[in-house]
């Protein structure tokens, strides 16, 4: 049972040498096989499972495996800069990697354990995917000067024997590290005041957030999260201008506090001012779903407070993350109480920050959503969005899967136009369903809106068959089921418009972005439900479809 494999996660067995210093103690039996020759990645030198999928993105490389309806990944992080405290390392990594956006139970941490210089510490904890348990487990080792993560998502006890083998195998060099390039301590200011872009020299540029969950206390030293969250964020633009903004969700208040300011930056050598010049800050009621603002409270002028901070950037060889610390001082209003130390923020790809509906900000009072809105239909369109299912047996085989599968797909273009596809595999019936349609799509907000102007429900046979269960593997049915052949039904397809709510998040567990569409009443599209889940897919993996659908 997947409970079992989490449970059994308090134990660790300090090995020699550093390649194999620590080992999950709960599989009685290693598994040493399925594993190729050693890979080096960043400063990790580790065994590769075989015949699993590979894919290397920015400051990770991750492989998984999808066997039906079961699945695994393991994720291997660059290094970053450690905190000095394996304790702290190991909490910043499971709050950014693992628990952001999932109701995790049963998390159970181990203690540190130390050899060779390099501290390690592990956690796990369940959490639900599509109505199935999942456990991840997190492994962070420091040798208080850098950390590394190496964390594991799975659905099966298989899944975790490998990610004990690649564990295992693990080396770590610190000696690899290349220190950042020194930057420029110069400045040049145009006539109108404003920073000019020699301030991208100093590593400023970009977002910078900090998210801070919520807990409710804390269980054996565990922490116990209520699934609030208090966020901050720094967006530094090439003009020298600046926008700030927080939101705090908790679960022991009944409304949601937002606010913003914006203002102009500069640096002269190792100092930061920032130096506001409008913002406000409010408060919205909750809504019944998480995800949702409800209506605006109350909105009053923030207060604008010129800071200067003393600023540090790290990076290290190789990696497109960082930390931005900022140290003033004292306590301020942005940045919260000062405690001795800096107040610390991640280098992010995206806002993690949404705006509350109809905000609005800046001289032109425009609101801020339909700012966010371009942005986001940029996130949306040229992409392939797909779910997909595997079809099983009702019970009694030792393989469940019997090769057949479901798709959901939509792809957004840039002129507003989409295109939604629906397909049908099963290996239960010789012929394909294929639904599609097209038309036009708004965005406002977080607000999705699909009107259809055409579209066809069809039935098509396939090649190679029949199919038969009895004596094909899920391989072969699959190859049959994905050879489209010809059409032989087709009749007029209902055509429905619907307003979503959306958002697109970036997936931990997936290690890919995920357009999540929320509605209230069943669908053509999504059939019943309340929320759909669709994953970024690259057009080359994405369902077959027959040529010549009219779409």
């Known amino acids: 049972m997947l409970l079992q494999v989490v449970t059994g996660l308090h134990k660790f067995t300090v090995m020699k040498p550093l390649k194999a210093l620590f080992l999950l103690h709960f599989f009685l039996i290693i598994s040493i096989t399925g594993f190729a020759q050693k890979k080096t990645y960043d400063i990790v030198s580790y065994s590769p499972p075989k015949d699993w999928t590979e894919q290397q993105g920015s400051g990770t490389i991750s492989y998984s495996r999808i066997d039906g309806a079961s699945w695994a990944q ?25 628990a952001p956006g999932r109701n995790i139970s049963g998390m159970e941490k181990t203690k540190p354990q130390t050899a060779d210089g390099w501290t390690v510490m592990s956690g796990s ?30 659905t099966a006890m298989p899944y975790m024997k490998i990610y004990q083998s690649l564990i295992g195998s693990l080396d770590l060099d610190a000696s690899t590290i290349s220190e950042s390039s020194e ?9 109108s005041g404003s920073t000019s872009s020699a301030n991208a020299s100093h590593g400023i540029e ?42 705090n969700w908790s679960v022991y208040s009944t409304s949601i506090l937002y ?57 290290y060889s190789g990696s497109q993350s960082g930390a931005l610390f900022l140290n003033s001082g004292k306590s301020t209003v942005r940045d919260g109480t000062y405690s001795g130390n800096s107040f610390s923020y991640a280098l ?31 996130s949306l369109t040229g992409r392939v969005w797909e779910a997909k ?58 607000k999705l809106t699909i009107t259809p102007t055409q579209g066809s429900n069809e039935e098509w046979s396939v090649t190679g068959g029949p199919v038969k269960l009895s004596g ?14 010809k059409r032989v039904k087709s009749s007029q397809r209902k055509l429905e418009k619907n307003v979503y709510t959306f958002r697109i998040e970036y997936m931990n567990g997936n290690e890919v972005n995920a357009l999540i569409l929320e509605y209230s009443k069943a669908t053509e599209r999504e059939s019943n439900g309340e929320v759909a889940y669709y994953f970024e897919t690259a057009a080359e993996k994405a369902t077959g479809l027959p040529k010549g659908v009219g779409l």
């Not at 393991?74 to 693992?98: C, M, P």
């Not at 094909?472 to 052949?485: A, F, G, L």
């Open 472 to 485: 094909m593997s899920d391989t072969q049915v699959r190859r049959i089921k994905e050879s489209w052949h």
């Open 389 to 446: 299912s595997y079809e099983k047996y009702s019970g009694g085989s030792t393989n469940p899967h019997t090769g057949g599968y479901y798709v959901h797909q939509y792809i957004f273009s840039s002129n507003g136009t989409y295109r939604f596809v629906y397909v049908g595999a099963s290996a239960y019936t010789d012929l394909n369903i294929l639904k599609y349609e097209s038309g036009t799509y708004t965005v406002n907000g977080d």
């Open 259 to 315: 606010g913003y300011e914006s203002g102009i930056w500069t640096v002269s050598n190792n100092t930061l001012t920032l130096t506001p010049k409008e913002g406000k800050k409010g408060e919205w009621k909750k809504s019944s779903r998480t995800s949702e603002w409800g209506s605006l409270i109350k909105m009053e002028p923030m207060v604008l407070e010129k800071v200067s901070y003393t600023f540090e950037t790290n990076y």
């Open 183 to 191: 930057v420029e301590n110069n400045i040049t200011t145009s006539e």
């Open 206 to 247: 970009g977002i910078w957030a900090d998210n801070l969950l919520e807990t409710s206390g804390y269980s054996n030293n565990v922490p116990m999260y209520s699934g609030g969250y208090f966020r901050k964020e720094y967006t530094f633009k090439k003009d020298g201008t600046y926008f700030y903004s927080f939101k």
């Open 125 to 154: 904890g369940i959490w639900q995917y599509n109505g199935a348990n999942v456990a991840s487990v997190l492994t962070v080792y420091s040798n208080n000067q850098v950390c590394v993560a190496v964390l594991c998502n799975s």
């Open 348 to 378: 992010k790809d995206a806002a993690i920050i949404d705006f509350p509906p109809g905000f609005q900000a800046g001289s032109a009072s425009k609101p801020l959503v339909s700012a966010a809105s371009s942005s986001v239909v940029s």
């Open 74 to 98: 393991i994720a291997i992080y660059q290094h970053r800069q450690s905190v000095g405290d394996i304790q702290t390392d190991f909490d910043k990594d499971w709050n950014e990697l693992v």
